[in-house]
């Protein structure tokens, strides 16, 4: 009763605590202060907080300050106090050695040296000024340094603490610096001294030893003989610490399997015939209900087609079967395609045993190992085998035993994927939670959840009608008359709609429609956002240099690499040797090798028009020389050869002739790391240059003979004998484009860099892209293909193939130079290149028409699109929608051109409708210009020249109006998953992904646009859910439905957490079936036992703990503070019971708590003194005063002092016997035994039944004496059965 008042107490204190917790939570500062605003004034208001506050803000500082202070003073002031000790030390000895000189001298007289402070001259004699009068020098040097040292430090602490700043700045360094190293100097000689100090005591000792062993030796002795003992006691409890330690090791796991066993055997035994088979009845029933009303509704919601292919067989299979093999074949096919269900087949097996079921029912492998041909329907996978190879593990909980299931919900420490390290194997803590359940089924439970849970009938129902409210939102219905005019959520004339006015449409199509309206709403925004970071001039100024001076030299350096390559397919180095092997062949057949030699001979330089011949025509053959080179060029050529071959000619020979044999070497050295003019030209071509190859005429391309001309007169050129060093490349590049120091590596831009830059700005780099408009059919589908350079431009070259409309030919042409020969002659209206100055003048040009307002210029009408984008404006049509954007850049605003392709990227991607791959978004925006097209051939006077290429503000809000909003029936996978969380759905996203990608894709925009039929959605995710409920489900259940008043109190937040963690435990697939529903509200209900439910479950299982120590470790254990006991703090309360309970129990038993053993070394201490006192007393009696001759007489009876001392200490010294440890140890275990509520014989029975007695295991049988004192445990190897042991016998009975 008293220990039951002691809870009660607690119990009321905690709802004390609580208490006043709502009172600081009713009286809360900033409702106190609002309603002082509000009755005084906020500036009154204001003032009285200030006054209120100033002590927290200036005072509270001081006394923080004040408290670090004393605690510093606390810490440091011990320093000095080392010097005091020393100082009372060397007056110590000094007395002692007085003492000796009298003894030895006979004729001086000694006083203490401690002064008599506070009643002068009552104990020592002498007060304080004859103290200091009489203290040796050292003493008073000593205490002069101390209290010094007191003083530096106490003003040390002071400055540091409260005048830290009162210096001047300019002093602060140099009084910081000399503080810090005086008080280095102090701590350091503080440490010497202590290292002085304890050497001297130590040498003392050592001397006085040897100058007085006989007074020494009783000291001594006693003194080793405390430490002795205290030594001998230390070990013997460190040793049977350690000893109790091992041999609870070896005994709790059994006892604890042992007590597990028992309970859950004994549980089984009574529960077997009714109550378990109950409850599984119940969860049976409860899904049984759930199901057949379930069943009515899919009847009703799929036509007997789609009923057909969903059981896999004809269409009246699925009225002949059951239940659940018809939602198991439908959820099945669930995250298949369409095409895949009938491959399916109408038996499809459930993976077995987990992934590794799934595993091989996906390879195909029969039923007992035999691998046989794989079926069709292995060939295809299910639901939950693509479920399980997302990530997510599965499990069949249909024929999952009662507490199984209770087992696998409140087992919390899953949840963090981790388990508890407990002191306890696995298999144990599986018992321990089997345990539990158990004992909690035998608890009363709330009468309104048992009601719940004792009808599955309701239950049941409840369960359908909470499933259906949320089918409800792919149900179709009629739409009502007037919805169409009533808001905006359906349009009034839909693509769905147009044709049928009968038509019905979901919640889900609503929702869809309502999510792409909120996002076309933002349609300006979206497009100020975009073009405010890519139009930035910072961003651009900063890409343009990176382009320039590194991008753009770096790719030229890699075609440069390309064209030289000898063994890269089809450069210019490789076709030289090819032509110069064909070439060689041809002479061969045609002449012979007389022919050869003379063709492979340098002649003379040709003169005038004159043709080549020799070795000079060979190159031209093989294209190293063009053959409309000039005659100076060729005559520079030949120098070069000239020199060449007399460096390879034999020298035997007379003229200047190429052996064959060295013509490849000849020509691979002639060549190596050089541009001829045939690799200059296909250089040129690889980077996209504009020269005019073809001769076509094409606008700003400079012709060939011009750049073939500026090759020869380029100076490198010249000095290299006619031939281009590829380390000239970027500085012939330069002179070509006539640039200055300011436009790059390589020159000025050209078309196609120009385009590349673009592309990587995104401003209008795919502006006519694809140059053929694709025809779209009355479907919407495209009926031609783009051409391979739309579908991948990648190089230079590709890009340089690009037709720009007229008004950005105009920009170029605007900021391009002309260019001009180097004499200053022109060449006509070409302008190839752009400097690099004006790239972002002409990026500006294109992105803005030309035609500007002022801003305050009172026409305007524009507003703002965005408070955060306020330099942006937006004006509106006569309908309201946006017509135009403008953009406020200095004092003009600029009209934005119009939308290019980037920006309809990103458009889409904001608006939750992403294009993921960039040639479908191209196509897509080919098919939305085409539509615009159409639209300017119906309306001619909307259309604008100045826009070609690109789309309109205004159309494009249209065109995403109607293939958006009003389009209901499709949607893509990110306003899916937004309309799934307004539909408040919760599903896993992998589930989400896969639902989305099994469905039926659109129809439309020529599969550039990965968009889903949301029908076939619809469909889909009622397939997958007709098992079982989604979390929010769950929750209508929970608070609505069911309303049951116990569970209100459940947060929804709470709720939905452990739905997902139940939800992973029973296999993660977002839904629960009505079995582990049933389970979940059980748990809701019954989520753990109070501390009466706890001392009686203990009871129950056998255990005699402590009450006490078990509602300690109640209260500490229970961390949530519900006053109640789940599974996870169960499974601590055992850790403490195994780890701190039992030792410390069995400790007190044995005597070894650490009090005990403090008493016992008392009284031994006092013991081993009085024997001290009673020696020294007798021995007293008999030798009054010692001569100084009587040296043999004192050393005698010194002797006997120390002998009988020692005698002291070995008697008050006693080890156990043997029998007096095996007694001490039978009690503890029989202690540990009751207090498990075990007995030895079930032990010993337990340990024969699993064959430790011949299987060697070892156990504990007793105790023999050891080398610390105490008796060690003695593990003996276990016998077969039929074998004798004398020492055993009578030990089934329970003795030891």
């Not at 190839?832 to 040009?845: D, H, M, T």
């Not at 809701?1084 to 129950?1100: E, H, I, N, P, Y």
């Not at 509520?1237 to 029975?1245: C, E, L, Y």
Request: glycine content about 8%; proline content about 3%.
């Amino acid at each position: 009763m008293k220990d039951l008042a002691q809870m009660d107490c607690m119990m009321s204190t905690r709802a004390d605590v609580n208490f006043l917790a709502l009172i600081c939570e009713f009286t809360y500062l900033d409702s106190l202060f609002k309603g002082l605003q509000a009755a005084v004034g906020a500036h009154l208001a204001d003032t009285m907080l200030s006054f209120l506050l100033a002590p927290l803000y200036y005072v509270l500082p001081f006394f923080a300050e004040s408290l670090l202070f004393y605690l510093q003073y606390c810490v440091f002031m011990v320093l000095p106090l080392l010097l005091l000790a020393l100082g009372c030390s060397l007056e110590y000895l000094k007395s002692e050695i007085d003492f000796a000189s009298w003894i030895t001298a006979s004729g001086f007289t000694t006083h203490s040296c401690l002064p008599d402070a506070m009643f002068s001259s009552t104990l020592s004699g002498m007060n304080i000024h004859l103290w200091l009068d009489t203290l040796p020098w050292v003493s008073k040097y000593l205490l002069c340094m101390a209290t010094a040292m007191y003083f530096i430090l106490f003003l040390f602490l002071l400055e540091t603490n409260f005048f830290r700043d009162a210096w001047p700045l300019m002093l602060q360094s140099t009084f910081r610096k000399f503080f810090n190293q005086a008080g280095e100097a102090l701590v350091h000689m503080c440490l010497w001294c202590l290292l002085f100090f304890v050497c001297m005591t130590g040498l003392w000792f050592m001397m006085a030893v040897v100058i007085y062993p006989e007074q020494m030796m009783v000291a001594l002795s006693g003194v080793g003989g405390l430490g002795f003992i205290a030594f001998s006691m230390f070990t013997r409890y460190r040793a049977s610490k350690e000893q109790i330690t091992l041999f609870l090791k070896q005994e709790v796991p059994d006892i604890l399997d042992l007590v597990c066993d028992n309970f859950l055997r004994e549980f089984d035994r009574q529960d077997l015939a009714g109550p378990s088979q109950n409850r599984n009845r119940l969860g049976q029933k409860v899904a049984e209900v759930a199901r057949v009303e379930m069943r009515k509704y899919v009847d009703k919601r799929f036509n007997l087609v789609q009923l057909a292919q969903l059981s896999g067989g004809q269409a009246g299979d699925y009225q002949k079967m059951d239940t659940n093999t018809l939602f198991r074949q439908i959820f099945d096919r669930a995250l298949l395609k369409a095409e895949s269900w009938s491959a399916l087949g109408p038996q499809s097996e459930r993976p077995a045993g987990g992934a590794l079921g799934a595993l091989s029912s996906a390879l195909g492998l029969k039923k007992g190992g035999d691998e046989g041909p794989q079926t069709q329907a292995h060939q295809v996978k299910t639901t939950e085998q693509i479920l399980i190879e997302s990530g997510l593990q599965q499990e069949d909980t249909s024929d999952m035993e009662h507490f199984t299931m209770r087992v696998r919900i409140s087992d919390r420490e899953t949840e963090l994927r981790d388990k508890s390290v407990h002191s306890y194997s696995e298999d144990q803590r599986q018992k321990l939670m089997n345990v539990f359940v158990r004992c909690l089924e035998g608890l009363p439970m709330a009468a309104d959840v048992e009601d719940v849970l004792e009808d599955p009938k309701m239950l049941g129902r409840a369960i359908y009608r909470a499933q259906k409210s949320k089918m409800e939102v792919f149900n179709r219905a009629r739409l009502k008359d007037g919805l169409a005019d009533a808001g905006s959520l359906v349009p009034a004339v839909s693509k769905k709609s147009a044709t049928d006015s009968a038509q019905k449409i979901s919640l889900l199509e609503l929702f869809i429609s309502d999510v792409n309206q909120q996002e076309l709403k933002k349609y300006e925004f979206y497009i100020a956002r975009y073009l405010d970071d890519v139009l930035d001039s910072t961003n651009i100024a900063e890409s343009i240099a990176s382009f320039v001076w590194r991008e753009s030299p770096l790719e030229i350096k890699k075609q440069l690499r390309l064209t030289l390559d000898e063994h890269c397919v089809g450069s210019s180095m490789q076709r030289v040797f090819e032509d110069l092997r064909r070439w060689k062949s041809s002479v061969m057949k045609q002449s012979g090798d007389a022919g050869l030699r003379a063709s492979l001979t340098l002649k003379k330089a040709p003169e005038g028009g004159e043709q080549s011949t020799g070795l000079l025509q060979m190159l031209e053959q093989i294209q190293v020389i063009d053959r409309s080179a000039s005659a100076d060029y060729r005559r520079l050529v030949w120098k070069m050869l000239e020199r060449k071959v007399n460096e390879w000619k034999d020298e035997e020979e007379t003229e200047y002739v190429i052996s064959p044999n060295e013509l490849e070497n000849f020509v691979r050295e002639l060549l190596s790391g050089q541009l001829w003019w045939g690799a200059l030209v296909e250089l040129l071509r690889r980077i996209g240059f504009p020269i005019d190859l073809d001769g076509g005429g094409s606008p700003n391309t400079l012709p060939v003979a011009i750049v073939r001309e500026e090759f020869e007169l380029f100076l490198p050129v010249q000095k290299k004998g006619g031939l281009l060093s590829r380390e000239k490349v970027p500085d012939f590049l330069f002179a070509v484009t006539r640039a200055d120091g300011t436009d790059g590596g390589c020159g000025r831009i050209w078309k196609a860099q120009m385009i590349k830059l673009m592309q990587k700005l995104q401003i209008c780099g795919h502006v006519n892209v694809p140059q053929q408009g694709a025809e779209r059919s009355s479907k919407g589908t495209s009926k031609k293909a783009l051409s391979r350079n739309d579908q991948q431009a990648e190089t230079l070259n590709d890009l340089a193939q690009y037709g720009w409309p007229d008004w950005l030919q105009r920009a170029w042409n605007s900021k391009a130079r002309d260019w001009v020969r180097k004499d200053g002659s022109s060449v006509g209206a070409i302008c190839p290149f752009i400097p690099k100055k004006e790239l972002y003048g002409f990026l500006q040009e294109i992105a803005f028409k030309t035609d500007t307002q002022k801003p305050d210029n009172k026409a305007f009408q524009g507003s703002k699109v965005d408070d955060d984008y306020d330099d942006w404006r937006k004006v509106k049509d006569g309908d309201g929608y946006v017509n135009a954007i403008w953009n406020l850049r200095g004092k003009a605003l600029l009209e934005l051109r119009g939308v290019w392709q980037e920006c309809f990227f990103h458009i889409l991607a904001d608006m939750s409708n992403e294009v993921t791959d960039k040639q479908k978004g191209l196509i897509l925006f080919e098919i939305c210009r085409q539509d615009q097209l159409k639209f300017y051939g119906q309306h001619a006077q909307y259309r604008d020249a100045n826009r070609d290429g690109l789309l309109h503000v205004n159309f494009l809000f249209h065109w995403l109006r109607e293939n958006l909003v009003q389009n209901t029936g499709e949607c893509s996978l990110q306003v899916l998953q937004k309309v799934l969380e307004r539909c408040e759905l919760t599903l896993p996203r992998i589930v989400v992904t896969s639902l989305y990608h099994s469905a039926k894709p659109t129809d439309n925009f020529n599969d550039s646009w990965n968009l889903r039929k949301v029908s076939d959605l619809e469909d889909r995710i009622v397939m997958y859910l007709v098992k079982g409920l989604p979390a929010e489900s769950v929750e209508a259940l929970i608070f609505d439905v069911l309303s049951v008043p116990s569970l209100q109190d459940i947060g929804k937040a709470e709720l939905k957490f452990i739905f997902q963690q139940v939800d992973t435990k029973l296999g993660t697939n977002g839904f629960l079936e009505p079995r582990e529903i049933r389970a979940l509200i059980t748990f809701l209900g019954q989520a753990g036992m109070s501390l009466a439910d706890l001392l009686k479950s203990l009871k129950t299982l056998g255990c005699d703990f402590p009450e006490l120590k078990i509602k300690e470790a109640f209260l500490l254990l229970d961390t949530s503070g519900d006053d109640l006991m789940d599974l996870p703090e169960f499974l601590g309360l055992m850790d403490y019971v195994i780890v701190r309970l039992i030792p410390q129990e069995i400790m007190r038993v044995m005597g070894l708590e650490p009090q005990q053993v403090i008493l016992r070394l008392v009284v031994a201490v006092l013991t081993l003194l009085s024997v001290f006192l009673f020696v020294f007393v007798s021995l007293g009696a008999f030798h009054v005063e010692i001569a100084v001759d009587s040296d043999s007489s004192g050393s005698a009876a010194t002797m006997i002092r120390t002998g009988i001392a020692l005698l002291a200490v070995v008697a008050l010294k006693r080890d156990g016997s043997e029998e007096d440890e095996e007694r001490f140890f039978k009690d503890a275990r029989e202690r540990l035994y009751a207090m498990m509520g075990v007995t030895h014989s079930q032990i010993d029975a337990r340990r024969r039944a699993m064959g430790y007695s011949a299987g060697g295991v070892p156990q504990v049988s007793g105790m023999t004496a050891g080398k610390g004192g105490m008796g060690q445990i003695k593990l003996l190897k276990g016998r077969p059965a039929d074998e004798g042991d004398d020492g055993d016998d009578g030990d089934d009975g329970g003795d030891d």
